[in-house]
């Protein structure tokens, strides 16, 4: 009988395989210009890996809705039965960078047990993640970008100058990229990839104070709340559910679409989960798949928050 932190650890191994499969399947696909491609070759490994784990899986975070999705589609059911895990994934977070050769695209997945994580429902969410656990109210979304970083610089006791604030470069982010350099800030416009941009500050310790903000996707939320699990930060996220097709997905998933809750982390993953990442592409913390002749390198990081155990993982997986 496997104690709670030994049960994480085993299934980190296990699971570590399938990240480690996406990743390099997408290694065709690199710099090819082909993101649907690229994104089918991940799913189908990653699939393929949990089919082969001693688990209950069922997919709680995927590629969509079962209509939608061939396969890790939500609900969907994998492993080859035994321990309950409830998963979340996203099998090549960054297409677009994957396609076209650029750093920092990654395979994930967070895993834990039943109803450990929110299942979000395929819509926008507003995000403020910060590198650092602040006491309640002192972040709000419904706070201006000023009040939230003075807040912020007086609760840990930085200056504005010292803060750099990553922000997807969106039309939709125009007004926000404005105050944030208005108010003397650094602003870190990236194009695609906000899990790991969210969390990658944590890992790499550059010296700078670190904020994430604006609105992507929700299960990439979820996701990023799950390596914050064991990383520490503060995170806000709220669903933006602005039509009857959003309310009626996030009724699906179990939510009230008139709440307009703001989630915290631990309301958006509620128990000890596993959270992996390896890199597709190389960037600011993993390095890429590199293939040799016979084998490849991998790299990857596991977080547990039942340990609060980082661990990075360099592997040589010999070629078919």
């Known amino acids: 009988m496997h104690n709670k932190d030994e049960l994480y650890s085993l299934y980190s191994r296990k699971l570590l395989q399938a990240t480690e499969g996406a990743a390099l399947a ?3 696909w690199v710099g090819r210009g082909k ?17 082969s784990v001693d688990m209950e899986g069922r997919i709680i975070i995927g590629e969509g809705e079962r209509d939608k999705a061939p396969m890790l589609y939500v609900g969907e059911k994998v492993g080859l039965g ?7 994934v996203d099998p090549l ?5 994957c396609a076209t050769g650029g750093m920092n695209s990654v395979s994930v ?18 995000k403020l993640a910060v590198q650092s656990e602040l006491s309640p109210g002192v972040i709000n979304l419904d706070f201006s970008v000023k009040q939230n970083m003075d807040n912020i610089c007086a609760e840990v006791g930085c200056a504005l100058q010292d803060v750099v604030v990553t922000i997807l470069n969106r039309p939709r982010h125009e007004k926000m ?3 944030c350099r208005r108010l003397g800030l650094r602003v870190n416009l990236i194009s695609d990839g906000d899990i790991f941009a969210t969390i990658d500050p944590y890992l790499k310790n550059d010296g700078f104070f670190h904020v994430y903000m604006g609105i992507g996707g929700a299960p990439e939320g979820v996701l990023a709340a799950a390596a914050l699990k064991t990383l520490g930060g503060s995170m806000l996220g709220r669903l933006i559910l602005d039509d009857d097709v959003k309310r009626k997905s996030a009724l699906k998933c179990g939510i009230e679409p008139r709440d307009n809750k703001q989630y915290g982390i631990n309301d958006m993953v509620g128990n000890d989960v596993i959270f992996i990442a390896t890199g597709v592409t190389s960037g600011s913390v993993l390095d890429g798949v590199e293939i040799y002749e016979k084998w490849a390198n991998i790299n990857s990081v596991i977080l547990s928050s039942c340990s609060k155990r980082i661990e990075y993982v360099n592997a040589a997986v010999p070629l078919l």
């Open 26 to 28: 997408c290694q065709e």
């Open 35 to 51: 993101e649907k491609d690229a994104d089918k070759a991940a799913v189908e490994a990653m699939r393929a890996a949990f089919n």
């Open 82 to 88: 035994g321990v309950a895990l409830d998963i979340a």
């Open 93 to 97: 977070e960054g297409t677009t960078i």
């Open 109 to 126: 997945l967070a895993a834990g047990p039943k109803d450990s994580m929110l299942c979000a429902p395929d819509v926008y969410m507003e």
């Open 177 to 179: 990229i404005g105050e």
